[in-house]
């Protein structure tokens, strides 16, 4: 009789068929899981935030609206329409809000503020339109403030509106320059230290982009605290190449993501240049080495709020669009908002107004300080 052929060659292909089967499947699964993953909230928003921190320059652009109860238009306003634009670089921005205010009665009123931080730190702001608002319905507010400050004697004769007046008029329409640890210095000397401890910090932050941006984004991923949620309502200036979540946040994670800025470069760099500030008062000196340390509770009343929705870019997965609305003092004020954002790698620049006047000779002639 025939002697028969061994079977160990069908076995291991057999075996080898097996593993190749297995092996496609775990290949498919993993991907199915990775495909799963990349679309999952949890990346969603872990991309758009990194996507945020990394960014060159962010701009914004939308409106806030304040409409208030027919108990508190009666004796305040009716309505305030924002409409702002924002372009920002680290911590150099400038903001431009045109404002409408309307009074009981349908009476408007319309403002103008401008401003800009450039890469020294020093403010300019203008306010166009304030001593016409200021004529026409403030001069009761106003000159009430005043003397309720105790700054009679600072303004004028007695607070009157004729000398408020005045400043606010000295005020409009002119752009203002504001140094910081100038002013300080000038208008109060023993609390020269603030004023560094503001260089230290903005001088440190202003490099935010080149220096410290990628560890932030490591942070984050390590303690991702931004939590969405598919949202299907109805929301103001949606677009169709967004898809758009509730948010709200994860207390422990922004506990620890919080408490862990203390052992970031950023943080280190800053201790640096305050510790060599002198005659920094305890208070703040105690903060230099160690900030305040934050606690779950600390996030827990802002995890209940679903009155955000944002915005992700479907293909970029930048934030597009935040909208909110949110209710004060059980109606007494209901505050809406709907903002579009964009972003660039390239960096922005903000130049300092032309012919802008230092703050610093208006407080000098006013006698503020």
């Not at 108990?71 to 009716?78: G, I, R, Y």
């Not at 200021?134 to 400050?149: N, P």
């Not at 490591?218 to 677009?239: M, Q, T």
């Not at 203390?262 to 640096?272: A, C, G, P, Q, Y």
Request: charge should be positive; hydrophobic fraction near 40%; include cysteine.
């Amino acid at each position: 009789m025939p002697k028969q052929p061994k079977s160990k060659p069908k076995i291991k292909l057999a075996i080898a068929i097996v593993a190749g089967v297995l092996l496609a499947l775990g290949l498919i699964g993993g991907s199915v899981a990775a495909i799963k993953w990349y679309h999952s909230p949890e990346k969603v928003a872990l991309d758009a935030v990194s996507h945020a921190i990394k960014a060159k320059s962010t701009a914004v652009d939308g409106e806030i609206t304040v409409k208030a109860s027919d108990a508190l238009a009666a004796f305040l306003f009716s309505n305030l329409k924002l409409k702002l634009t924002n372009s920002t670089q680290g911590i150099s921005n400038k903001t431009d809000i045109d404002a409408t205010i309307t009074f009981f009665g349908g009476k408007n009123i319309k403002l103008r503020f401008g401003e800009v931080i450039t890469k020294d730190g020093v403010v300019y702001f203008k306010t166009t339109g304030l001593y016409e608002a200021y004529q026409k319905s403030f001069e009761k507010v106003a000159g009430g403030l005043i003397s309720s400050r105790g700054l009679e004697s600072k303004v004028g004769s007695a607070g009157s509106p004729d000398a408020t007046a005045e400043m606010i008029k000295v005020l409009d329409n002119q752009w203002w320059k504001v140094s910081i640890p100038d002013l300080i210095a000038k208008t109060s000397p023993s609390d020269k230290a603030y004023g560094e401890l503001y260089s230290c910090a903005f001088n440190t932050a202003s490099d935010f982009n080149s220096k410290y941006a990628n560890e932030f984004a490591a942070l984050y991923k390590r303690h991702p605290f931004a939590k969405i949620a598919a949202y299907k309502g109805e929301v103001k200036d949606s677009d169709k190449d967004s898809n758009y979540y509730t948010l709200s946040n994860d207390p422990k994670e922004a506990a620890a993501f919080f408490n862990a800025i203390d052992d970031t470069n950023l943080f280190k760099d800053f201790s640096v240049c305050a510790k060599k500030i002198k005659k920094l008062p305890q208070r703040v000196a105690k903060y230099v080495n160690k900030l305040p340390e934050f606690q779950e509770k600390d996030f827990t009343q802002a995890k209940t709020k679903s009155n955000l929705v944002i915005g992700i870019n479907k293909s970029k997965r930048n934030f597009s669009h935040l909208y909110f609305k949110e209710k004060v003092q059980s109606d007494l004020l209901t505050i809406t908002g709907s903002l579009h954002f964009t972003y660039s790698n390239q960096a922005a620049k903000f130049d300092a107004p032309a012919h802008a006047k230092d703050i610093s000779k208006l407080i000098n002639k006013l006698g503020l300080h």
